[in-house]
T-cell receptor, first 111, second 115 residues
Framework: DAKTTQPPSMDCAEGRAANLPCNHSTISGNEYVYWYRQIHSQGPQYIIHGLKNNETNEMASLIITEDRKSSTLILPHATLRDTAVYYCIVSRKYNFNKFYFGSGTKLNVKP | GAGVSQSPSNKVTEKGKDVELRCDPISGHTALYWYRQRLGQGLEFLIYFQGNSAPDKSGLPSDRFSAERTGESVSTLTIQRTQQEDSAVYLC?????????????FGQGTRLTVV
């Protein structure tokens, strides 16, 4: 499965949009982009996933570039509770046993 | 239950002792996964159960690690002759498999400290 590259950390002001980038230049045609987050001392939490089209749910939006080599997770109005490590994972569907959780991006939401 | 449940939440054990970690998946989930997370690092896949198929053990780091699952219910991860390097949070996740969109749901983990 393809690996991903994320910045180690980002800051965001409370109430503003948080845009978390992810590069996955070696993604294959049947691989999805998944986003999970891990709040301190908790298990990872699913956020969103997509294949080619942009996706939106109650938590976030996922923007995938046309060539699918990168994507951006958008938290439209970040709150202090969104402070967490965000993992971008590329994998075939249902291949959770092949999920590669790298170091992720530590998002710090500041008042 | 409503989510994936793991027990104990914390375990301190002496080097050389055996430990058992338990995972109760979400009812109806056919797939179950174990991961390990060392301090400040990402998750490492350990083992995967899917229904009655042979488990994918490709992530187990040594023969001291083993896991069992009966049907689509509880799973137990056993670490024999624990070493200090085994200290980590052990996370369990479960999911449906099939044609519908799905995701993996994680438990809160068991924090294992080997002293």
């Amino acid at each position: 499965d393809a690996k991903t590259t994320q910045p180690p950390s980002m800051d965001c002001a409370e109430g503003r949009a948080a845009n978390l980038p992810c590069n996955h230049s070696t993604i294959s045609g049947n691989e999805y982009v998944y986003w999970y987050r891990q709040i301190h001392s908790q298990g990872p939490q699913y956020i969103i996933h997509g294949l080619k089209n942009n996706e939106t749910n109650e938590m976030a939006s996922l923007i995938i570039t046309e060539d699918r080599k990168s994507s951006t997770l958008i938290l439209p109005h970040a709150t202090l509770r969104d402070t967490a490590v965000y993992y971008c994972i590329v994998s075939r569907k249902y291949n959770f046993n092949k999920f590669y959780f790298g170091s992720g991006t530590k998002l710090n939401v500041k008042p | 239950g409503a989510g994936v449940s793991q027990s104990p939440s914390n375990k301190v054990t002496e080097k050389g002792k055996d430990v058992e970690l338990r995972c109760d998946p979400i009812s109806g989930h056919t797939a179950l996964y174990w991961y390990r997370q060392r301090l400040g690092q990402g998750l490492e896949f350990l083992i995967y159960f899917q229904g009655n198929s042979a488990p994918d053990k490709s992530g187990l780091p040594s023969d001291r690690f083993s896991a069992e699952r009966t049907g689509e219910s509880v799973s137990t991860l056993t670490i024999q002759r624990t070493q200090q390097e085994d200290s980590a949070v052990y996370l369990c996740a479960s999911s449906f498999t099939g044609e519908a969109d799905t995701e993996a749901f994680f438990g809160q983990g068991t924090r294992l400290t080997v002293v």
